[in-house]
């Protein structure tokens, strides 16, 4: 009697599953995981198979109705059962379609099945002509004998058919095909790995001697490795200083899984720490190269679907990626890593908003490994963690080597604006001072300002003009080398006014700065330096943040400018002085997590300086230089931070003690919107269980984005799963009008 399998079907807008026959030649090679072709309204549909059911398991004549499915995608699930458990968790805990979940799991490259490799014909060398034969064909036909002596040559006997007919060998493809007849060479096809890291060179690098301190926290992570597989260890937060060796760490301990047949999964935050990263781990593990897989959104379609190919064929047994990694087919996997575990881009800030952070955890539970979470200023929720003994902790307190901590100096930009009656200057006296000294010493430096652009808006000092988005509630950012204004929101741009629209004086003035004025100024003071500037303006074809970086590690440049793109994860031996030009940038904003992120970053890029033999130093420029994030940063004192911030966050009822979701409604129709909220709203307030904590409906801070106005409610509660349930349960009862969207962030980082 044939099986039914259950299939969810790609791209419906909510789940959508229906059953299947299977036809008798699949029998017994489709499983729950597996990719199929099925009819769906009488067209061709793809979908995944979420269950089996036996032939017992239901009705005969039932069965007798049901459509068969046309053929399998892939040959063989590309979805593992712990992988299907956390899909099911995260659609729960996330209130997200099973689909929308499945979505985010499998690149989309990757979803279109196995006929989506890349294809080249080769020419191989079938039968190898003997000497007598080999001088009659160059008698007969000298380019023929020139090709089978190319050939020859050749490692495996081939050639690509595109090379050997192109304009350096001009073999032509007569030649080719006057072989080929005679049984000498056969023209083939095969498919081709898309390397993202092709044409590059990783010489081995040995293991590191780990210092006392390393060799503690790598034999505690061996130990909860060991106990790996029989149950679920706790997972280890690594709080160790910035230059502490954390990634040696790291590399030990994958070494140690791969030397038992397991596999491991890297997380880093920034996409422009994954070629750092994949850099080390390539040298490392040079002799099983091809072992190592990258996944990110920065890959071309066709690498990260041989990348991704690459795992599900357990070819691959490292993976190192940004937050879409934790999903990767890893077989028996031994170890998740999860470096600057305290980042905010782990968070997904489209459905479904899961944090790669929080998934580790639970992929780690569910696969029973380990899980090693590393930062040098851990988010307050793993520390609370730690003190409520859900999480181990190891820590790491010195450099390697003894190096000494970056002196901090903080310069307070009130005093340096009485100097300067023009306005606040970009550079303070103290900062160009030591610049100069460290560059006349042939040290180099890194300029950090977390706003691109050259100035922060442009307004009219005359009427009070302010050049605005048409589409969202922000000012639009001025950039001189395009002499456009553009919405860093929506990406709205138009051509900078050299008039005020209002009132048509030219008084209009630019206010603030970013780094491409910085880069400007900088140039000017420093004339015979070579200065370069790392953001999403300057670093927009594949590869060049690589490149740049790699310049500025070979010393071809002696002051680095940019955003957080370069504040974390870098390591510059020769860097001896970072300026934090604006450290008050994100810190004055309506968000419980402001002064967290401040204290994070800029512990974190004070961890670039002094990583070499000479003692690295720090200038910090602020307006508010007693804010405790900046005073706490200045003496490295993560735990004095973290337990005042605790004792507010406890205070006043905010994460990590309560679980916080944002309920959004948006629309392009600002009445329909509010309209919405405030009937939803009703509905949340009329059962809400006790222990719920709801705010009034109101605008969201970020009012417009995108032409969609947006209304926002909050709620918090000690229990996610008591909290998810209410609102899925009025969320599911309630019809909205086809131009509202509705979303819930549990767990939300982005207030805005």
Same mark, same amino acid.
């Given at each position: 009697?044939?099986?039914?399998?259950?299939?969810?079907?790609?791209?419906?807008?909510?789940? @959508?599953?229906?059953?299947?026959?299977?036809?008798?030649?699949?029998?017994d090679?489709?499983?729950?995981?597996?990719?199929?072709?099925?009819?769906?309204?009488?067209?061709?549909?793809?979908?995944?198979?979420?269950a089996?059911?036996?032939?017992?398991?239901?009705?005969? /004549? !039932?069965?007798?109705?049901?459509?068969?499915?046309?053929?399998?995608?892939?040959?063989?699930?590309?979805?593992?059962?712990?992988?299907?458990?956390?899909? +099911? !968790?995260?659609?729960?805990?996330?209130?997200? *379609?099973?689909?929308?979940?499945?979505?985010s799991?499998i690149?989309?490259?990757?979803?279109?099945?196995?006929? #989506?490799?890349?294809?080249?014909?080769?020419?191989?060398?079938?039968t190898?002509?003997?000497?007598?034969?080999? &001088?009659?064909?160059?008698?007969?036909?000298k380019?023929?004998?020139?090709?089978? $002596?190319?050939?020859?040559?050749?490692?495996?006997q081939?050639?690509?058919?595109?090379?050997l007919?192109?304009?350096?060998?001009r073999?032509?493809r007569?030649?080719?095909?006057?072989?080929?007849?005679?049984?000498?060479?056969?023209?083939?096809?095969?498919?081709?790995a898309?390397?993202?890291?092709?044409?590059?060179?990783?010489?081995?690098?040995?293991?590191?001697?780990?210092n006392?301190?390393?060799?503690?926290?790598?034999?505690?992570?061996?130990?909860?490795?060991?106990?790996?597989?029989?149950?679920?260890?706790s997972?280890?937060?690594?709080?160790g200083?910035?230059?502490?060796?954390?990634?040696?760490?790291?590399?030990?301990?994958?070494?140690?899984?791969i030397?038992?047949?397991?596999?491991?999964?890297?997380?880093?935050?920034?996409? *422009?720490?994954?070629?750092? /990263?994949?850099?080390?781990?390539?040298?490392?593990?040079?002799a099983?190269?091809?072992q190592?897989?990258?996944?990110?959104?920065h890959?071309?379609?066709?690498?990260?679907? &041989?990348?991704?190919?690459?795992?599900?064929?357990?070819?691959?047994?490292?993976?190192?990626?940004?937050?879409?990694?934790?999903?990767?087919?890893?077989d028996?996997?031994?170890l998740?890593?999860?470096?600057?575990?305290h980042e905010?881009s782990y968070?997904?800030?489209?459905?479904?908003?899961y944090?790669?952070?929080?998934?580790?955890?639970?992929?780690?539970?569910?696969?029973?490994c380990?899980?090693?979470l590393?930062?040098?200023?851990?988010?307050?929720?793993?520390?609370?963690?730690?003190?409520?003994g859900?999480?181990?902790?190891?820590?790491?307190?010195?450099? %390697?080597? &003894?190096?000494?901590?970056?002196?901090?100096?903080?310069? +307070?930009?009130?005093?340096?604006?009485?100097?300067?009656?023009?306005?606040?200057? %970009?550079?303070?006296?103290? @900062?160009?001072?030591?610049?100069?000294?460290?560059?006349?010493d042939?040290?180099?430096?890194?300029?950090f300002?977390?706003?691109?652009?050259?100035?922060?808006?442009?307004?009219?000092?005359?009427?009070?003009?302010?050049?605005?988005?048409? =589409?969202?509630?922000?000012?639009?950012?001025?950039?001189?080398?395009?002499?456009?204004?553009?919405? =860093?929101?929506?990406?709205?741009?138009?051509?900078?006014?050299?008039?005020?629209?209002?009132?048509?004086?030219?008084a209009? #003035?630019?206010?603030?700065?970013?780094?491409?004025k910085?880069?400007?100024?900088?140039?000017?003071?420093?004339?015979?330096?070579?200065?370069?500037?790392?953001?999403?303006?300057?670093?927009?074809?594949?590869?060049?943040?690589?490149? #740049?970086?790699?310049?500025?590690?070979?010393?071809?440049?002696?002051?680095?400018?940019? $955003?957080?793109?370069?504040?974390?994860?870098?390591?510059?031996?020769?860097?001896?002085l970072?300026?934090? @030009?604006?450290?008050?940038?994100?810190l =004055?904003?309506?968000?419980?997590?402001?002064?967290?992120?401040?204290?994070?970053? @800029?512990?974190?890029?004070?961890?670039?300086?002094g990583?070499?033999?000479?003692?690295?130093?720090?200038?910090?420029?602020?307006?508010?230089?007693h804010?405790?994030?900046?005073?706490?940063?200045?003496?490295?004192?993560?735990?004095?931070?973290?337990?005042?911030?605790?004792?507010?966050?406890?205070?006043?009822?905010?994460?990590?003690?309560?679980?916080?979701a944002?309920? $959004?409604?948006? *629309?392009?129709?600002?009445?329909?919107?509010?309209?919405?909220?405030? #009937?939803?709203?009703?509905?949340?307030?009329?059962?809400l269980?006790?222990?719920?904590?709801?705010?009034?409906?109101?605008p969201?801070?970020?009012v417009?984005? =995108?032409?969609? !106005?947006?209304?926002?409610?909050?709620?918090?509660?000690p229990?996610?799963?008591?909290?998810?349930?209410?609102?899925?349960?009025?969320?599911d009862?309630?019809t909205?009008?086809?131009?509202?969207?509705v $979303?819930?962030?549990?767990?939300?980082?982005?207030?805005s």
């Amino acid at each position: 009697m044939p099986k039914v399998a259950k299939v969810l079907i790609d791209g419906a807008t909510s789940d @959508l599953q229906f059953d299947y026959l299977v036809p008798d030649d699949l029998n017994d090679r489709i499983l729950a995981g597996c990719r199929v072709r099925i009819p769906l309204r009488n067209r061709p549909a793809i979908g995944t198979v979420m269950a089996i059911v036996e032939p017992g398991d239901a009705d005969d /004549t !039932w069965r007798g109705k049901l459509k068969p499915i046309a053929g399998l995608v892939d040959q063989e699930p590309i979805l593992t059962p712990p992988l299907f458990r956390m899909a +099911d !968790w995260i659609a729960d805990y996330y209130l997200a *379609s099973r689909e929308a979940v499945l979505r985010s799991m499998i690149p989309q490259a990757a979803r279109a099945g196995e006929g #989506t490799e890349k294809i080249r014909k080769i020419v191989v060398l079938k039968t190898d002509p003997d000497s007598e034969a080999f &001088d009659a064909l160059g008698k007969r036909a000298k380019r023929q004998a020139d090709l089978v $002596t190319y050939l020859r040559e050749r490692p495996g006997q081939q050639g690509f058919l595109a090379d050997l007919t192109g304009s350096s060998l001009r073999f032509g493809r007569p030649t080719i095909t006057a072989l080929e007849k005679a049984g000498i060479v056969e023209v083939r096809d095969e498919t081709v790995a898309r390397d993202p890291f092709a044409g590059e060179e990783f010489l081995p690098s040995d293991s590191l001697t780990l210092n006392p301190e390393q060799e503690s926290a790598f034999h505690r992570i061996i130990e909860a490795i060991g106990t790996a597989g029989e149950q679920a260890p706790s997972p280890i937060l690594l709080r160790g200083v910035t230059g502490s060796g954390k990634t040696e760490i790291y590399l030990q301990a994958i070494q140690h899984v791969i030397d038992q047949g397991r596999g491991a999964i890297v997380l880093v935050p920034e996409i *422009s720490l994954t070629p750092q /990263t994949a850099d080390r781990f390539k040298q490392r593990f040079a002799a099983i190269q091809k072992q190592v897989a990258i996944l990110h959104s920065h890959l071309s379609q066709g690498e990260r679907h &041989d990348e991704w190919r690459k795992v599900l064929r357990r070819e691959a047994r490292i993976v190192i990626g940004a937050r879409s990694a934790i999903f990767a087919p890893v077989d028996n996997l031994g170890l998740i890593v999860v470096d600057e575990e305290h980042e905010n881009s782990y968070k997904q800030e489209t459905v479904p908003r899961y944090h790669g952070r929080d998934l580790a955890v639970v992929r780690g539970h569910l696969e029973k490994c380990a899980v090693i979470l590393g930062s040098a200023t851990p988010s307050l929720e793993s520390w609370q963690n730690v003190d409520s003994g859900k999480y181990e902790l190891v820590e790491l307190n010195q450099r %390697i080597d &003894d190096r000494a901590m970056p002196l901090i100096r903080v310069i +307070d930009m009130k005093l340096e604006s009485r100097k300067n009656p023009g306005g606040p200057a %970009i550079l303070s006296s103290k @900062l160009r001072m030591a610049m100069e000294e460290r560059l006349a010493d042939g040290e180099q430096v890194i300029l950090f300002l977390n706003r691109r652009g050259f100035a922060r808006s442009m307004l009219c000092p005359e009427c009070g003009f302010v050049a605005e988005c048409p =589409h969202c509630d922000l000012a639009l950012t001025f950039h001189r080398e395009e002499d456009r204004l553009i919405c =860093h929101l929506c990406g709205h741009g138009r051509v900078a006014p050299k008039r005020c629209p209002e009132c048509g004086t030219r008084a209009i #003035t630019m206010a603030g700065y970013g780094t491409e004025k910085v880069e400007s100024v900088i140039r000017s003071v420093f004339d015979d330096a070579r200065v370069a500037r790392v953001d999403t303006d300057t670093m927009r074809r594949k590869g060049q943040l690589q490149e #740049t970086l790699k310049a500025f590690k070979q010393r071809k440049v002696d002051i680095l400018i940019g $955003t957080q793109m370069i504040a974390k994860g870098h390591h510059f031996p020769n860097v001896t002085l970072v300026g934090v @030009l604006n450290a008050d940038i994100g810190l =004055h904003v309506p968000d419980f997590r402001a002064s967290e992120r401040t204290f994070q970053l @800029l512990t974190q890029v004070a961890g670039r300086a002094g990583r070499g033999e000479i003692a690295g130093e720090v200038v910090v420029q602020t307006f508010t230089p007693h804010a405790p994030a900046i005073q706490f940063a200045r003496h490295h004192d993560f735990i004095g931070f973290a337990t005042q911030e605790l004792e507010m966050r406890e205070q006043f009822r905010f994460p990590p003690f309560l679980h916080l979701a944002v309920v $959004t409604v948006r *629309s392009v129709h600002k009445e329909r919107a509010e309209f919405t909220l405030q #009937t939803l709203h009703r509905r949340l307030k009329r059962k809400l269980p006790e222990g719920i904590q709801m705010t009034d409906p109101l605008p969201s801070p970020l009012v417009r984005s =995108h032409d969609q !106005w947006r209304f926002q409610v909050t709620m918090k509660s000690p229990s996610a799963r008591r909290l998810g349930r209410h609102l899925k349960e009025i969320i599911d009862g309630l019809t909205f009008p086809e131009d509202v969207l509705v $979303t819930v962030d549990m767990d939300a980082y982005n207030l805005s």
